[in-house]
């Protein structure tokens, strides 16, 4: 079993940066992929970022491509997620997920249904 907390949601101007942690409990973290999606306000849960098991592959949504980094550190138990030149439009929830479809293998996963273990979120806010 998984357990995940995300932190380091925030209300920030647009241009500005933020970064979001995902710590997971439960030894076999590091075995599987992690990713964030977000939900905004009347819209359904998007993927925005993955990172396979190892490290070595990531993958974006091509509206955060160039601005946001997603990154793990193995050690720690934690994925994280660097956003940069934040934009109003980045304005949402943000929520961590790891297991399911992903472990151990570097193959892409970005549906919600790939992913058993859910953080419970993190606002994110971006102004004007």
């Known amino acids: 079993q998984v357990q995940l907390v995300e932190s380091g949601g925030g209300l920030v101007q647009a241009g500005g940066s933020l970064r979001l942690s995902c710590a997971a409990s439960?030894?076999?973290?590091?075995?599987?992929?992690g990713a964030w999606f977000r939900r905004a306000p009347g819209k359904e849960r998007e993927f925005v970022a993955a990172i396979t098991w190892s490290g070595r592959n990531t993958y974006y949504t091509d509206s955060v491509k160039g601005r946001f980094a997603i990154s793990r550190d193995n050690a720690k138990n934690t994925v994280y997620l660097q956003m940069n030149s934040l934009k109003p439009e980045d304005t949402a929830v943000y929520y961590c997920a790891a297991g399911g479809r992903t472990y151990y293998t570097e193959t892409y996963y970005g549906l919600p249904s790939d992913y058993n273990y859910w953080g419970q979120g993190t606002q994110v806010t971006v102004s004007s």
């Open positions: 439960g030894r076999t973290f590091g075995s599987y992929g």
